[in-house]
């Protein structure tokens, strides 16, 4: 049973549209992630947050951004989808920055195609 | 910096063999934690082991057993009997406990289980 939800699981989009990603954990987790992954790639970093109304940017520079309105939600919005944008977006939380006692709690990710 | 190193890029075994995955880190901290996870061809990733730095006591769940060598920076990974459904990409994880604002993923190997 997931604790952390990502919506859509897939989603295909055409050049120039504007997207938000969904992201929504149920463990009352202040730390907030989202990693860029292709298929079996490496995992980058591109937006983190520590809590309510934070939000940095990660180690891959991303033309997304992301708000922390509430402790259970982390939206990723891309205000105009391009090719180089598609991908899979994984969503993460954590009790701590180490961790916490299970690591990272990942979503099960969103793959996402833009034609 | 922090860095992971998962020197086998890919890796087939036939079903029933032992095979192990190899993980080296680097840190400057003498506090942090280890982790391994599995990403299946679903896309999820999924929590296995997390060690904290003053534990190299290793462990054994099931089939996989986990390394830990401070010596040599090494959190190696086995699998005993493989089966077809290991096939899967799996990740080497490192934060640091005082520095570390986030985890550091290594590339990933793939592991393919043969029948």
């Known amino acids: 049973e997931a604790d952390i939800y990502q919506t859509p699981r897939y989603l295909v989009i055409g050049t120039g549209k504007k997207i938000t990603l969904e992201c929504s954990q149920t463990m009352g987790h202040d730390k907030m992630y989202w990693y860029q992954q292709d298929p079996g790639m490496e995992l980058h970093l591109i937006h983190y947050?520590?809590?309510?109304?934070?939000?940095e940017k990660g180690d891959l520079s991303s033309e997304s951004t992301v708000s922390r309105i509430r402790t259970e939600h982390f939206p990723l919005t891309l205000e105009s989808a391009r090719p180089s944008h598609t991908s899979q977006y994984l969503c993460?939380?954590?009790?701590?920055?180490?961790?916490?006692?299970?690591?990272?709690?990942f979503g099960s990710g969103t793959r996402l195609t833009v034609v | 910096a922090q860095k992971v190193t998962q020197a086998q890029t890919e890796i087939s075994v036939v079903e029933k063999e032992d095979v192990t995955l190899d993980c080296v880190y680097e840190t400057r901290d003498t506090t942090y934690y280890l982790f391994w996870y599995k990403q299946p061809p679903s896309g999820e990733l999924v929590f296995l082991i997390r060690r904290n730095s003053f534990d190299e006591q290793n462990e054994i769940s099931g089939r996989y057993s986990w390394n830990f060598q401070k010596s040599t920076s090494s959190f190696n990974f086995t699998i005993t009997a493989s089966q077809v459904v290991d096939s899967a990409v799996y990740f080497c994880a490192l934060s640091e406990g005082n520095y570390g604002q986030n985890f550091v993923f290594g590339p990933g190997t793939r592991l393919s289980v043969l029948p």
């Open positions: 993460a939380s954590s009790e701590h920055l180490t961790g916490g006692r299970y690591g990272y709690t």
């Open positions: 947050s520590y809590g309510v109304n934070s939000t």
